[in-house]
């Protein structure tokens, strides 16, 4: 059992609030939202060696054994019972913020980046690229060694500049914009929708690779896949954390009381950064 000390807030809480996935993967109803957060091992079950009480823990409930089962954590709580599938440790080097901010978001930038399979060699796209898992993503492309041009309004072009990307305005021609900084390699869609995928094909070469993290109807006719997630995506962007390669940007902290208005906030989509919630 797992004490949160504090709850990361993503678009995939809302979004499952509001019904999606109804038809293929249901949640459990009436339930609890969540699916990040991190905090301390209060009690371990019978059999458990790998983590012990007092530890601190990072938790992502998206593991495998939540989809499985049906039954997701639901991290939106003070106490919260886990499978040690769904928790790695939290490394020393990763303040408390940061560890709620890394499940989901950025792991889904972490995974985009390796499953396309960025080297030093590319030129990556990033649409989105000020969003959680825009951020992620971009930041482990430049670790690699690639070469990053990342969408975003204007003011967050200084914010993508710090982390090492080109920025383009999305509301203006992505299209000539992308193809003024130079030919692109791979794209990584942290947007999804008609506007960055007719982008993502006009600037693809043949055979290039792109894939997205929210797919549609427009995604799917261009063949860009979902981001395929590895096992060990969560220990691998606490230890990118843990190097300072992987930094979370923190929009606000509110009580775990305000969850319905940071869910809005999230689902209105424009935040610079992640809202976090902190348990009373
Ligand atoms: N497949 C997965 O495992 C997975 C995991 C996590 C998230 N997701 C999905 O990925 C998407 C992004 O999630 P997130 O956590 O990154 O959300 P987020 O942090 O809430 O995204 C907000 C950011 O998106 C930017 N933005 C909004 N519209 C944009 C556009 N048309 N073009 C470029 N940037 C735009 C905003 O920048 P401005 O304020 O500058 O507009 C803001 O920086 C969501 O659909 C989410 O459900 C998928």
Same mark, same amino acid.
């Given at each position: 059992?797992?004490?949160?000390?504090?709850?990361?807030?993503?678009?995939?809480?809302?979004?499952?609030?509001?019904?999606?996935?109804?038809?293929?993967?249901?949640?459990?109803?009436?339930?609890?939202?969540?699916?990040?957060?991190?905090?301390?091992?209060?009690?371990?079950?019978?059999?458990?060696?790998?983590?012990?009480?007092?530890?601190?823990?990072?938790?992502?409930?998206?593991?495998?054994? $939540?989809?499985?089962?049906?039954?997701?954590?639901?991290?939106?709580?003070?106490?919260?019972?886990?499978?040690?599938?769904?928790?790695?440790?939290?490394?020393?080097?990763?303040?408390?913020?940061?560890?709620?901010?890394?499940?989901?978001?950025?792991?889904?930038?972490?995974?985009?980046?390796?499953?396309?399979?960025?080297?030093?060699?590319?030129?990556?796209?990033?649409?989105?690229?000020?969003?959680?898992?825009?951020?992620?993503?971009?930041?482990?492309?430049?670790?690699?060694?690639?070469?990053?041009?990342?969408?975003?309004?204007?003011?967050?072009?200084?914010?993508?500049?710090?982390?090492?990307?080109?920025?383009?305005?999305?509301?203006?021609?992505?299209?000539? $914009?992308?193809?003024?900084?130079?030919?692109?390699?791979?794209?990584?869609?942290?947007?999804?929708?008609?506007?960055?995928?007719?982008?993502?094909?006009?600037?693809?070469?043949?055979?290039?690779?792109?894939?997205?993290?929210?797919?549609?109807?427009?995604?799917?006719?261009?063949?860009?896949?979902?981001? $395929?997630?590895?096992?060990?995506?969560?220990?691998?962007?606490?230890?990118?954390?843990?190097?300072?390669?992987?930094?979370?940007?923190?929009?606000?902290?509110?009580?775990?009381?305000?969850?319905? $208005?940071?869910?809005?906030?999230?689902?209105?989509?424009?935040?610079?950064?992640?809202?976090?919630?902190?348990?009373?």
């Amino acid at each position: 059992m797992v004490r949160n000390e504090l709850i990361g807030v993503n678009p995939i809480d809302w979004k499952l609030v509001a019904g999606f996935f109804q038809r293929t993967d249901p949640a459990p109803f009436p339930g609890t939202p969540g699916w990040a957060s991190t905090g301390i091992i209060e009690a371990v079950g019978a059999g458990v060696t790998a983590f012990s009480v007092g530890q601190a823990v990072i938790v992502d409930s998206r593991a495998r054994l $939540a989809v499985t089962s049906g039954s997701r954590a639901g991290t939106f709580r003070q106490y919260l019972v886990v499978d040690t599938r769904q928790i790695v440790p939290r490394p020393p080097e990763v303040g408390v913020e940061q560890a709620a901010g890394l499940p989901s978001s950025a792991v889904a930038g972490y995974s985009m980046i390796h499953h396309l399979g960025v080297t030093e060699d590319d030129t990556v796209l990033v649409h989105g690229a000020a969003g959680g898992v825009g951020s992620a993503a971009v930041q482990v492309a430049v670790a690699r060694g690639a070469r990053v041009v990342g969408t975003a309004s204007p003011d967050n072009h200084d914010y993508l500049r710090s982390l090492g990307a080109h920025p383009i305005d999305y509301r203006a021609d992505i299209v000539n $914009a992308v193809r003024a900084f130079g030919p692109i390699t791979a794209s990584a869609d942290a947007v999804g929708g008609a506007a960055s995928v007719s982008a993502t094909v006009a600037l693809l070469p043949l055979g290039g690779r792109a894939v997205t993290a929210w797919g549609d109807a427009h995604s799917e006719a261009a063949r860009i896949p979902w981001v $395929a997630h590895p096992n060990d995506e969560l220990h691998q962007v606490a230890t990118l954390a843990a190097r300072g390669q992987l930094t979370v940007r923190i929009a606000d902290i509110l009580p775990l009381a305000d969850a319905a $208005a940071a869910l809005k906030r999230v689902k209105a989509g424009h935040n610079r950064g992640k809202i976090l919630l902190r348990p009373e």
